[in-house]
C-alpha cells in the first residue's frame, strides 16, 4: 500500500480491509503494521472476540503478534461486506468466516481445524499516506444448537 492508490475512496477502503485479512492470513506483521495508522495515537483500538479493549497503536499490533505467533493457520472468507466513506472517515461491516488451526501435537502435522463466524466492523482514517485502519471489533456469532432450533418451531 505504498503507491498512490486508485479507484474511488470505496475501492480503496474495500482493497484495504482485503489487504488487512491477507495480511492476517500470511501472519505478515509488518505489512499488518503498515495498514494501521502511524504513531501512538491512544485513538487506535481493537477488539478480539472474548477480549478487552485494547488501545494504542502498540498495544493492538502486540496483540496481533501474539496471534500470529499461535496461529497456525488461518483463512477467512468475508461476506456480507458493506463499504461505507463520510468525509475522511470509512466503516466497513463484515461477517468473518473463519477457518483455523492451532499447533499440531506430531511434528510436521497441521494441528485440527475449528471454523467461527465473527461480526466485524472496520473504520479506517483518510491520512496523506492514504486509508489506514483506524479501529477493528469483533464480536463472535453464537450459533444456534439444534435443541433451540427445536424449541422454536410451531408445535
Known amino acids: 500500500?505504498?503507491?498512490?492508490?486508485?479507484?474511488?475512496?470505496?475501492?480503496?477502503?474495500?482493497?484495504?480491509?482485503?489487504?488487512?485479512?491477507e495480511a492476517m492470513e500470511r501472519g505478515d506483521l509488518d505489512e499488518l503494521s503498515d495498514l494501521w495508522l502511524d504513531g501512538d495515537n491512544p485513538a487506535v483500538s481493537c477488539v478480539h472476540?472474548?477480549?478487552?479493549?485494547?488501545?494504542?497503536?502498540?498495544?493492538?499490533?502486540?496483540?496481533?503478534?501474539?496471534?500470529?505467533?499461535?496461529?497456525?493457520?488461518?483463512?477467512?472468507?468475508?461476506?456480507?461486506?458493506?463499504?461505507?466513506?463520510?468525509?475522511?472517515?470509512?466503516?466497513?461491516?463484515?461477517?468473518?468466516?473463519?477457518?483455523?488451526?492451532?499447533?499440531?501435537?506430531?511434528?510436521?502435522?497441521?494441528?485440527?481445524l475449528v471454523g467461527q463466524l465473527v461480526v466485524a466492523t472496520n473504520v479506517f482514517r483518510r491520512t496523506p499516506e492514504g486509508w489506514r485502519v483506524w479501529s477493528h471489533h469483533g464480536s463472535p456469532v453464537l450459533a444456534e444448537t439444534d435443541d433451540e432450533q427445536d424449541d422454536e418451531s410451531p408445535a
Do not use: H
Open 1 to 21: 500500500m505504498k503507491s498512490t492508490p486508485s479507484g474511488t475512496d470505496k475501492e480503496q477502503v474495500d482493497a484495504l480491509n482485503t489487504a488487512f485479512y
Open 49 to 112: 472476540p472474548g477480549w478487552p479493549v485494547l488501545t494504542g497503536r502498540g498495544e493492538v499490533l502486540r496483540s496481533y503478534a501474539l496471534i500470529m505467533a499461535n496461529t497456525e493457520y488461518i483463512q477467512f472468507f468475508l461476506t456480507d461486506v458493506v463499504v461505507s466513506v463520510a468525509g475522511d472517515t470509512a466503516l466497513v461491516t463484515c461477517t468473518e468466516n473463519i477457518l483455523s488451526g492451532g499447533p499440531a501435537e506430531e511434528s510436521g502435522a497441521l494441528g485440527p
